[in-house]
């Protein structure tokens, strides 16, 4: 046993509390990048629609 | 003959259009890289994470720090960490400034916890000065983990412990941490720096994470379990000026992992001026020159238990490694096929700069909202990172109708013709560019010292961008490398200008 490793309890829910947070940032991540994309495809309609 | 001549000819044609267009390769790369942190979601770490609080040994290499050391050490026995389960070892490389007196009162101040150590024949550089750390903390069995910094890095107080979890999964040998650009009041360079640290890091690095394999671990922010140490030979490689890339490279060669774990932020001082940030890069260029060289069995040879060989791995690396090469080689190829008459030209022209600026918006937009503090610090500085020129070129290529008629006003007015297409002087600049622009960018850095340097070098910077002060270093690295000349390690000068987000959530500076 790791004498490192914290019992589970209060610690372990704000530890998983945090790991939540996180994920829910990288989710957020995956939504920015397709906005990205999306302002890239709505420049690219643009140009070919009005200065061709 | 004449159709042998003809097709000679136009085989030759399209091998430079070929040229032309493999230079956007860099930039296909990176919009892949910055595609895969959309991913990071799905592939990560975090599940394999668990609470997890060991032993661990702070090692800081120090040569004439005494203007940054103290607060550093302050910040990190403010961290949230188990008391008695956190040391600091300052490995003091015969500094001659008061770098011996401020640890000490640390360690005075922090009995037991706090352990300064001396070199007195110093200057062989940072491996060696760790080194010397790492056989007196691997002496004795109670450092479990070993946290390598630098003297002037400032800790946010949960980033340790944000790194610690994942060592709980045996598998992982190294956890590195997010390094922020930190000088306030800071200048137009370190808001470049600041801005390049979220796409190579907070960006790359996530994206490495998805692929499993990371390129390098930060020299100030690197935590490795002891069992790793070990088995790298309880020393840190000397032989090369990129001790942190082959720290990380044999760490996974062992079948260890590394994690990026972009939510531990730390906080450093980089350059402030292009003579200094010329220095380090030229450092870590020439590290990697070396590093391709030593492990060149290993690119793009897919294998169990690594993936440095990888596909998409090789090509991140080889379009950094080769960025200055490709720019070169297309405005050459682009000016032989404007004066061999090569009807195509145009197109391959267009096909590059369109790639270039579909790039440029994914990339930029979504930076600035992976790190939206920093984007909002930093904005000004990423939308002129490929320089006013190149911002001028994206937009002629996409939109040329709205430059030909001010083109050709410009051409009247000077003399040179009244021509419909964009006129020959113009094509001929803008086909030259990528090349000029590494010219340029070693003169924004010639002319630094002089009396109008520190006018003049941030206009040429704005004008060519940060990216082509990067690809310069990194050609003039190929060239010393190519000469054998002398590698001596650079240390950057650090005047403890830091600042840290207090929990109010403004900045106070760390250490004056």
């Known amino acids: 046993v790791n004498p490192g490793r914290h019992a589970r309890g209060r610690g372990a829910s704000e530890f998983d509390r945090e790991i939540r947070i996180a994920l829910r940032y990288e989710r957020g991540l995956a939504v920015k990048a397709l906005a990205a994309l999306a302002l890239v495809a709505l420049i690219a309609v643009l140009r070919t629609l009005y200065f061709r | ?512």
């Not at chain 2, 720090?65 to 960490?81: C, F, H, K, N």
């Not at chain 2, 640390?106 to 706090?114: E, L, N």
């Not at chain 2, 979890?165 to 800071?186: C, F, N, Q, W």
């Not at chain 2, 690197?222 to 044999?250: K, M, P, W, Y």
């Open chain 2, 1 to 512: 003959v004449t159709s042998a001549a003809h097709d000679a000819r136009l085989t030759g044609d399209w091998l430079l259009i070929i040229l032309v267009i493999v230079a956007a390769l860099p930039e296909l790369a990176a919009s892949w890289q910055f595609l895969l942190v959309g991913g990071h979601f799905r592939r990560h770490h975090y599940l394999d994470c668990q609470p997890y609080f060991p032993r661990a040994a702070v090692l800081i290499p120090a040569w004439n720090e005494a203007a940054v050391i103290g607060t550093s050490i302050d910040r990190l026995m403010a961290l949230t960490y188990p008391d008695g389960a956190l040391r600091v070892y300052v490995v003091d490389d015969a500094s001659t400034d008061a770098t011996p007196e401020v640890v000490t009162e640390r360690g005075a101040q922090y009995p037991g916890r706090v352990f300064h150590l001396r070199r007195e024949q110093g200057g062989q550089g940072k491996a060696h000065t760790l080194n010397h750390g790492l056989e007196v903390i691997l002496a004795d069995d109670w450092m479990q983990v070993l946290l390598i910094t630098d003297a002037d890095v400032i800790f946010e107080p949960d980033a340790l412990r944000t790194m610690t979890r994942h060592l709980a999964d045996d598998r992982v040998g190294a956890v590195t941490a997010y390094i922020k650009e930190g000088s306030r009041p800071g200048n137009y360079l370190t808001r470049f720096i600041g801005y390049e640290y979220v796409t190579a890091q907070a960006a790359g690095r996530r994206g490495q994470n998805v692929l499993g394999t990371i390129a390098c671990l930060a020299g100030g922010a690197q935590l490795h379990t002891r069992a790793n140490l070990v088995a790298l030979g309880s020393r840190i490689d000397t032989s090369s000026l990129a001790e942190d890339t082959i720290t990380t490279f044999e760490t996974q060669l062992a079948g260890r992992r590394v994690v990026f774990e972009p939510h531990a932020t730390v906080w450093a001082e980089e350059p402030g001026s292009i003579r200094a940030l010329w220095k380090q890069r030229l450092r870590w260029a020439r590290g990697n020159v070396q590093v391709t060289a030593r492990y060149r069995h290993l690119w793009f040879r897919p294998a169990r238990g690594h993936g440095l060989g990888g596909i998409s791995f090789g090509v991140f690396w080889f379009c950094l490694f080769l960025q200055p090469v490709f720019m070169i080689t297309s405005s050459a190829a682009l000016l032989t096929l404007y004066f061999t008459g090569f009807g195509r030209v145009w197109l391959a022209f267009h096909v590059l700069w369109i790639i270039n600026a579909a790039t440029y918006v994914f990339i930029t937009s979504f930076a600035l909202m992976i790190d939206p503090a920093t984007g909002r610090r930093c904005w000004r500085q990423a939308i002129f990172f490929p320089g006013a020129v190149n911002l001028v070129i994206i937009i002629y290529s996409c939109f040329p109708r709205l430059f030909i008629d001010g083109v050709h006003r410009v051409d009247r007015a000077l003399g040179l013709g009244t021509g419909h297409g964009a006129p020959g002087w113009l094509i001929v600049s803008i086909y030259a560019w990528l090349t000029v622009s590494l010219a340029v960018a070693y003169l924004a850095k010639a002319v630094e010292p002089s009396r109008f340097g520190r006018l003049l070098s941030p206009v040429l910077i704005y004008l060519v961008g940060y990216g082509s002060v990067l690809c310069a270093c990194t050609f003039a690295s190929y060239v010393l490398e190519l000469r054998g000349a002398e590698a001596r390690w650079d240390k950057t000068e650090k005047t403890g200008k830091v600042a840290v987000p207090t929990d109010r959530g403004d900045l106070s500076v760390g250490a004056k």
